[in-house]
């Protein structure tokens, strides 16, 4: 039957006036049916890019190269008819920032029930209407807020509206890109609670992206830490989290070593510097200006992503080479 989703070797390149902007490295990974996984780095590591990549919603004249398999289909490949009825009923996604994802001056309910009736996946718009309180309840908001203008909930709600949204047609894939990012703590756990709820009800598969490696642990089978454009570092979740061998990933789990601790979130001590420039990557290991380990050979040689026990890889040449 194989996996939900397969991306082998994606490659994504911006073209900017200022020159090629290769914002995904060659990825692959797969996602087997009801699993789920994170994908975590700092921003500019290329996870949106990528997540936008599975259902092609990158600008025009971007590259993409690689293949992503859904299904079994090719999304890279696919006439715009067909893209148009995998995303929605296939995969979906739930991006952060509920506010702008929403139009304004429409009512919540009909901006639910808009891909349902778009995709036929309701006969009408009274068993649109139906399905939307129906989703409403599920996503934890009663189902009367569907006469609501996104104005009149607050950030925690909107994000439950686009999580409804996302499920209408009830997709097998979802993925959330920061779903959590602009909530306040305690609103995040709920919203987080949520989806982990919605993944174990449905059999949903998941993509959960964010710049917080420790959200991750509780709602992810699996984690890959991006950096540059590449996963560097990949495993069972909370092995991963608890015990890293990439010194990326250690710097990113000591940036943020506990949810709803807002102290820990004020002092990222665990990364200096900032991420490069995906224009000038360093040479060998990108992560080498950054890193305390880096040794000589670490300027000239790239580290492949490769075994490092158990269910781990990682790219890094201390890791390849412990001696
Ligand atoms: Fe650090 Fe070298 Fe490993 Fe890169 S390869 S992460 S620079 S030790
Ligand atoms: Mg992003």
């Known amino acids: 039957d194989g996996p939900l989703l397969l991306v082998d070797d994606l490659r994504v390149t911006y073209h ?7 914002a995904v490295r060659g990825v692959s990974f797969e996602l087997e049916r009801g699993a789920s996984l994170g994908l975590a780095g700092e921003s500019g590591c290329g996870k949106s890019t990528m997540a936008n990549a599975i259902l092609r919603l990158l600008p025009a004249g ?31 996604i739930v991006f952060q920032g509920a506010l702008h994802a929403l139009n304004p001056v429409q009512r919540i309910g009909a901006q ?14 009274r068993a649109a209407a139906t399905r939307v309180a129906e989703l409403l309840e599920q996503v934890g908001l009663p189902g009367d807020r569907a006469s609501a203008y996104p104005h009149q909930l607050s950030g925690g709600q ?30 995040q756990a709920q919203v987080l609670a949520l989806l982990a709820r919605l993944r174990v ?12 490696l420790s959200v991750l642990t509780d709602v992810c089978d699996d984690l890959a830490v991006m950096y540059a454009g590449r996963i560097v570092e990949e495993g069972r979740s909370g092995e991963l989290f608890h015990s890293p061998r990439h010194p990326y990933t250690s710097g ?15 002092n990222p001590s665990g990364l200096g510097g900032d991420p490069p420039d995906p224009a000038h990557l360093p040479t060998g290991c990108p992560f080498h200006p950054r890193c305390a380990l880096a040794e000589d050979r670490c300027r000239a040689h790239a580290p492949e992503l ?7 890889r990682a790219a890094c040449l201390l890791v390849e080479d412990p001696t």
């Open 158 to 187: 909107r994000q439950r509206v686009l999580i409804a949204m996302a499920l209408a047609c009830d997709p097998s894939l979802l993925i959330a890109d920061e779903p959590t990012t602009a909530l306040d703590v305690m609103v």
């Open 201 to 212: 009800e449905r059999g949903l598969s998941m993509i959960f992206i964010t710049h917080d």
């Open 306 to 312: 490769s075994p490092a026990g158990d269910a781990r």
């Open 62 to 92: 971007t590259t993409v190269d690689g293949s992503v398999l859904l299904h079994g289909q090719d999304v890279l490949a696919m006439k715009p008819g067909a893209l148009r009825a995998v995303r929605w009923t296939e995969g979906a």
């Open 112 to 125: 639910i029930s808009e891909p349902m009736l778009l995709h036929r996946t309701q006969p009408s718009k």
């Open 16 to 22: 900017a006036r200022s020159g090629d902007l290769p």
């Open 252 to 266: 990113l789990a000591a940036a943020f070593p506990t949810i709803g601790d807002p102290a820990s979130r004020m």
